[in-house]
């Protein structure tokens, strides 16, 4: 289904691990994963999104917009583990939107088993990033963001851990993004991201170093606004937002990847998406979602239905929960 699931099952099988196996050495593919169930449910668009606290895991310029304090806690069950995240953005007058992300990939536990397939011990694949973003606005309608990304691979070992060195590599990342309204309220919104612009990651040796997974993303929605309904007032309508993204490889040739996304809703109340993505590893596929705010409280799901994977695993669920302050 993902990248690191395959990579991992590949290397790892769980009836294979031997006591003199090393481990897997691919943590960054991890930065690849979606994060966010209104994106996810858009058919993973969102490098043109605005006004949510989302914008950092796919181009922080689109938090340059959000007009209150924001805390919000992102969670789904990936065939390659569980995906955990938490963030908090608040604006600042004349500075611009400060805070910071935390986001977690449990892979699960695995087990370690000798020649005579008995199981010896347990091995923990992990990996950790930690966000700190900030984004303002440069004039007119033109938005800037910034991350700076603290990012760890890790694999812990429980029982018998003989041969099996500690493996644990850090290095750092940085995305930059940017977007641009044109034809004011209820136009085009356009966005541009570079993301994952870093150094290697390193677990055992320079020779087997991960190169981080950089991209170059470009995308854009279209905001409709329906007529309201006979007798209704001019705030009490409906529109329909059309997003399509694009990305490829940064810095060497690569296929390029598409995603195409549509979400209508009567303002923030009620929201139905919907979705598809055209990408590799796996991922390709159709999604739908929803969402409901009440006041300063906000839920959000999406399910992907995935198309052209070797794992037997259910549709992953993601779920999006904010609250503003």
Not at 240 to 255: E, K, M, Q, T, Y
Request: aromatic share 8%; hydrophobic share 45%.
């Amino acid at each position: 289904m993902f990248p690191f699931a395959l990579l991992l099952l590949t290397a790892y099988p769980p009836n294979r691990l031997s006591a003199q196996q090393q481990p897997l050495n691919s943590g960054a593919l991890f930065l690849v994963f979606p994060v966010g169930a209104t994106a996810v449910g858009m058919g993973q668009t969102a490098v043109a999104a605005d006004g949510s606290g989302d914008a950092a895991f796919w181009n922080p310029a689109g938090l340059a917009t959000i007009a209150a304090g924001e805390f919000s806690l992102h969670t789904a069950n990936l065939a390659a583990g569980r995906t955990s995240a938490i963030s908090v953005y608040a604006p600042r007058n004349g500075i611009g939107v400060l805070g910071g992300a935390i986001y977690l990939v449990d892979y699960g536990d695995l087990p370690r088993t000798d020649s005579n397939n008995v199981t010896i011990g347990r091995i923990s694949p992990r990996n950790f990033e930690l966000l700190a973003s900030f984004a303002t606005e440069l004039g007119g309608s033109f938005v800037l963001g910034l991350n700076y990304k603290l990012i760890e691979f890790r694999v812990d070992c429980s029982g018998d851990c003989t041969g099996l060195p500690n493996s644990q590599g850090i290095t750092h990342a940085v995305d930059i993004g940017g977007q641009f309204q044109v034809g004011g309220a209820g136009g085009v919104r356009v966005g541009m991201a570079v993301r994952n612009i870093g150094f290697k990651l390193q677990v055992q040796n320079r020779d087997q170093a991960d190169a981080l997974p950089a991209r170059l993303a470009l995308g854009a929605v279209y905001q409709i606004r329906l007529k309201p309904a006979a007798g209704a007032t001019s705030g009490d309508r409906f529109d329909l937002r059309l997003a399509a993204d694009v990305d490829s490889p940064w810095g060497h040739a690569g296929a390029s990847e598409m995603r195409l996304g549509l979400d209508l809703g009567y303002r923030k109340l009620v929201r139905l998406r919907g979705g598809y993505a055209f990408v590799r590893d796996g991922l390709s596929g159709p999604s739908v979602g929803m969402g409901l705010t009440s006041g300063s409280i906000g839920v959000d799901l999406a399910r992907t239905f995935l198309a052209g994977t070797d794992l037997v695993v259910e549709n992953p669920t993601f779920f999006s929960f904010r609250v503003a302050f």
